[in-house]
């Protein structure tokens, strides 16, 4: 009488898709956008190349008042996709490579498949992969995704001679969307992207056929985050079950030293001491008690070392200096790096950028620019921990900021795990390290700022006399 | 040399639990309660059944600090879990029986498994649940979740005889939380939930051994929502696809009449025509092409009657009344109960209590209720609707109202689809529709509190004299 059913991942995100970020066709069209741009600038970084990412946006036809169909194509240079991977990584929902211990963009599995599956429901079209590692075959494919069943429905596949070594992946797909009211948050979208990515060069040619042309200011890739083990801290018996089952060492000592960071021997010694296990056992014979002893003396044990900042991959200073004088031309400009931190076990740096005067607007409220993992976050800022350490937790007024001001910050937040509040990664949860870091930062270039200030009021007291 | 995974739902939520609302110890608790709490309302409300649910709290261990090591226990006299059904709903991730076309507070299919995972990874300890459907068994699992393959792991269970004719459900599992930090929010989900579910007596014994008892105020329950049939706005070509393989109906009339709601003869005949579809073909023939066509002449048809609003249950102007004098003791209380609406092709009742002066502290802000499917929303009150339109979308001191104002008001939205904004369940998203509905409620009730102020000040003026 009361009837159960079960529901693949995809399922779920079709019929919960305001959750995933695609709530109207404003907003999908963004969504999309972001999504395979975030790909292709991870599809770049991990091969170190210098991205080139071109997104062309043409009208298919009209739908109803703003609402359009669309051909959205989006090419990259990036180290394109295994021929074998190409159907479920862009027609399974929790498929993909970036569950790893390194920063990326993406994280989820979810974010291409996701725009695909927004633009098979609104049109009924299918989608086209064209991607290769650079090797002597192109791969294309034409598929649609089984949502009920989670799973690639391939409709077409082609092995083409790749005749110019060319390397990288050209998603091109249909979806009905509203192109008038996201061009602005789309531009932005680009705009941001290429200053957090100064490297890169982006090109977007919209439905009138007007070329954005963002070419890169820098010649070398960034230092790329480094696949890390994860730190003891925040590992919990499910991850530790894991760990244990999967592991190969004949010890404990050895299982804690080999897949762990930041521990040694001696600490492995004096974990294993407090947990009451013998150092000398099988990983694989632990009982259920056992682990749960193990998690909890590692919360005991407190002098870990901080974890390795080599799976985080910062803007840097000069760069985003860079960056925010060119796009918001400042008379006065302070970064700020902070040192690496971590919550959780998980590394992170929070780097700070604060402009004022010159071209930006002056304004009762702040201008926000946020970034995470060198995505720009344009939505939710109410939301984000940046905004409450921002206008709550801390008072202006004692920098000599006016009520009125031309003041702008700019935040990037990067770690191999954002805390992101939704699946449509707009906002960051406020994490009690992270919220700290923020704050430090943005007092220490206030602080320049206030000096910067003094000797404007200064100056004018002079020029008055 | 690139890696790739597949995850699990269960593996998806258990990385990223922030997204589900399990954020930190105190959030954790509060949702895990919430979530088991819903789940025995929505269990007495299928059953037609006057709820009497009862949630025990007790402390096992201190861990550190705030946080220690709980027992949670929640029973509820529900309509009971089948046998065959037990482990999966509670321990696989989108398994439920909430599918459907009608309000219910649970939707996903997710909440209660992931309160029994929080439970787990951070006790990992099984959890017991003991159900009956008022049969002659009672049927008890003691379980934990397969978390990388989403499925039940069982341990024991045990098939007892029901000499009582017992009929509900014992949730019990054991977590680490913060009660310090949760214990105000978790006492106003209490009263909050009371407020909007009067037939409902609810207990919460905290690990203090207090009681707080919230007895019934209302003899009888509500009407319950009925299943309906979806309206054919709204419908993409995914849904209509499925509906379409599904169907059994030998032509397009009887398809389009057997499975929409407010589809008659002559409208299912002129959508088809619109469609360039005979009347007579099967429903399995219909081409790809047919289906987008289909699916596009609905949108241009546009005049369907609106959705039949049999699938929602508002709480009623008589029993917000009761509920909001009780809770927050006004002098004036203005209730309004907007004739249903919808959004998307999903039909809405959105009810107002506008409440001023008596009890009510003075404050420069409104204090706002919020409540989606008889559910009290308590977090990320600025993502919400609600917040947009009493901040932003209306001018109080049009209707006399002062900058500090002793001014309260209780929102209830209710649809078999909420458009909820996170997994969480915290907020409600800008859905045009819901926010005109909501802006025509608090105006009309607006408008009755300027009166009311308008005779205050009047007496006042009087009396000086
Ligand atoms: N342009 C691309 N070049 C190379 N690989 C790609 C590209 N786009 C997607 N992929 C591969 O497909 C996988 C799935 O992509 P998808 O966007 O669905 O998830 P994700 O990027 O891993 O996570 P998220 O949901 O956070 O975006 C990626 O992990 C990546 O391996
Ligand atoms: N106390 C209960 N009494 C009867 N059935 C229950 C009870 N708790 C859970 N169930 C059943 O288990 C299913 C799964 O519950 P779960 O909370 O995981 O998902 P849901 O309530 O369907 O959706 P949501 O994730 O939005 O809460 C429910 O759909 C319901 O059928
Ligand atoms: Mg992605
Ligand atoms: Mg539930």
């Known amino acids: 009488e009361v009837k159960f059913e079960q529901i693949s991942p995809a399922d779920f995100f079709y019929r919960n898709r305001d959750i995933a970020g695609f709530s109207n066709p404003s907003r999908s069209l963004y969504m999309s956008i972001r999504e ?19 997104v062309q946006l043409s009208e298919v036809k009209k739908v109803s008042g703003d609402v359009c169909v669309y051909k959205l194509k989006v090419e990259d240079n990036g180290i394109g996709v295994e021929d074998k991977h190409i159907p479920k990584a862009f027609a399974t929902v929790f498929y993909g490579s970036k569950y790893g211990y390194r920063q990326s963009r993406g994280t989820f599995g979810l974010g291409g498949t996701m725009a695909l599956l927004y633009g098979q429901i609104t049109t009924n079209k299918p989608s086209t992969v ?3 590692t650079g090797g002597k075959k192109i791969h ?3 598929l649609m995704i089984d949502i009920v069943e989670n799973k690639p429905k391939i409709f077409e596949r082609e092995v083409l001679e790749n005749r110019d070594g060319w390397r990288g992946t050209i998603i091109e797909f249909y979806l009905e969307a509203d192109y008038t009211n996201s061009k602005a948050k789309i531009i932005d979208y680009f705009k941001h992207t290429a200053m957090a990515n100064p490297h890169a060069t982006l090109m977007f ?6 070329l954005y042309y963002f070419p890169r200011v820098a010649k070398k890739t960034p230092e790329p985050p480094i696949e890390s083990l994860p730190h003891p801290v925040g590992v919990d018996v499910e991850t530790m079950s894991r760990m244990l089952a999967a592991s190969r060492e004949r010890n404990m000592v050895a299982f804690l030293t080999n897949n762990f960071q930041k521990v040694g021997e001696k600490t492995a010694r004096d974990v294993l001491e407090i947990a009451g296990i013998p150092a000398d056992i099988s990983p694989k014979k632990l009982t259920h008690q056992q682990v749960t002893a193990l998690v909890d003396a590692i919360k005991k044990y407190g002098r870990f070392r901080a974890p390795d900042p080599s799976s985080v991959s910062p803007i840097g200073k000069d760069l985003l200096e860079i960056g925010i004088k060119h796009m918001l031309k400042p008379d006065f400009l302070k970064v700020v790096q902070r040192p690496p931190s ?17 071209a930006i607007p002056p304004s009762e409220s702040i201008h926000i620019y946020r970034f995470a993992n060198k995505i720009p976050l344009l939505y939710d800022e109410r939301a984000d921990v940046v905004w409450k350490v921002v206008n709550e937790r801390i008072d202006w007024s004692t920098y000599k900021v006016p009520k009125i001001a031309p003041l702008a910050i700019v935040t990037h937040i990067c770690s191999p795990k954002i805390p992101y509040k939704t699946v449509g990664k707009e906002a960051v949860a406020d994490r009690p390290e992270i919220e700290r870091e923020l704050l430090a930062a943005i007092r ?3 602080r ?3 000096l910067y200030l003094g000797r404007i009021e200064k100056k004018e007291t002079v020029i008055r006399r």
């Open 36 to 54: 395979l741009v975030e790909n292709s600038l991870d599809a770049c970084e991990i091969g170190r190349i210098l991205p080139q990412v071109v």
């Open 130 to 132: 064209i991607s290769s």
């Open 140 to 142: 294309k494919y034409v």
């Open 205 to 210: 040619i919209d439905p009138r056929g007007r």
């Open 342 to 358: 971590s919550y959780s076990g998980f590394p992170f740096v929070v780097e700070v950028g604060l402009a004022y005067g010159g």
């Open 444 to 446: 220490e270039a206030a």
């Open 448 to 450: 320049a700022l206030k």
